[in-house]
């Protein structure tokens, strides 16, 4: 086994720009950091809400495992997805009646394992089961096949974030936060070896509102009446982090921001 681990961790992908933004920014990240395992939240790939299975193989073919949150029950045509992709993760805290995978254990081509878990937030979204709870409870288990442990937390407020990384703190690799889509710069490593992010950002238009057109985002504050979003095309992003971990022990040795931009509308 390899003494070292390195997980590319990107954020929310919104739309085909930020699918494109994947395609012109990935080859450089990979080349820098020789990642073991990839790892997007893909909730919003499908015009800024919701996943497809075209769109979901289309991702694939950049990523190894794709996370989600509340968006991922945005298209009906997911469903019968989520229940033939192991690799297509929903948050685990949903009620088990809902289909699809809450966790995969992803093997790295010299055979190393990584267990990659989706949850998701209460705070100010779903009443949905508790995710502390939930994650005690998938983390024992998967703990037993590996010791390397990546969660994705998909939550809107900062302080559960926060919480969640300090309940976990030695017991995995890594808490990284999605949702927001804007990316924090408060990475860091935690004393008892957990990587932690509150936000990884996202891939998509960097001259908008949160990957949205900004004109479209602009209407709904000015007016308060609902508008019809759409992902923006201007300016291509995308952030995410590299978390280096121990192989052996799953303990994260480092965990670096990345954030790649180009100004200019996209076509």
């Known amino acids: 086994m390899p003494a070292e681990f390195g997980c590319l961790f990107l954020g929310d992908v919104i739309g085909r720009p930020g699918r494109r933004a994947l395609e012109k920014f990935l080859p450089g990240l990979i080349q820098k950091h020789a990642p073991s395992i990839i790892v997007a939240n893909g909730e919003n790939a499908a015009g800024g809400s919701g996943i497809t299975e075209e769109i979901g193989k289309d991702l694939f073919m950049h990523v190894d495992v794709l996370t989600s949150g509340n968006h991922i029950w945005d298209k009906?045509?997911?469903?019968?997805?989520l229940e033939r992709e192991p690799r297509l993760l929903r948050p685990a805290n949903y009620p088990p009646v809902n289909p699809g995978h809450s966790s995969y254990v992803f093997q790295a081509a010299d055979g190393t394992k990584a267990a990659v878990l989706n949850l998701q937030g209460?705070?100010?979204?779903?009443?949905?089961?508790?995710?502390?709870?939930?994650?005690?409870?998938?983390?024992?288990?998967?703990r037993a096949l590996t010791p390397i442990v990546i969660v994705d937390f998909?939550?809107?407020?900062?302080?559960e974030k926060q919480a969640l990384?300090?309940?976990?703190?030695?017991?995995?690799?890594?808490?990284?936060?999605?949702?927001?889509?804007?990316?924090?710069?408060d990475e860091r490593v935690l004393p008892k070896g957990t990587a932690y992010i509150s936000?990884?950002?996202?891939?998509?238009?960097?001259?908008?509102?949160?990957?949205?057109?900004?004109?479209?985002?602009?209407?709904?504050?000015?007016?308060s009446r609902p508008q019809?979003?759409?992902?923006?095309?201007?300016?291509?992003?995308?952030?995410?982090?590299?978390?280096?971990?121990?192989?052996?022990?799953?303990k994260a040795l480092s965990i670096t921001r990345e954030i790649l931009a180009e100004d200019g509308h996209e076509d």
């Open 76 to 81: 009906k045509e997911a469903l019968p997805y």
């Open 122 to 142: 209460r705070v100010f979204m779903e009443p949905i089961d508790c995710p502390f709870k939930r994650a005690d409870e998938e983390i024992a288990a998967l």
């Open 154 to 159: 998909h939550a809107e407020a900062t302080s």
């Open 165 to 185: 990384g300090w309940h976990l703190d030695g017991r995995v690799s890594a808490v990284i936060g999605t949702h927001t889509h804007v990316p924090t710069s």
């Open 199 to 223: 936000d990884a950002g996202m891939a998509g238009g960097r001259n908008a509102v949160i990957g949205i057109a900004r004109e479209q985002a602009l209407a709904r504050f000015l007016t």
């Open 228 to 250: 019809r979003f759409e992902p923006s095309r201007d300016g291509l992003f995308l952030s995410g982090v590299f978390v280096r971990i121990d192989a052996r022990t799953g």
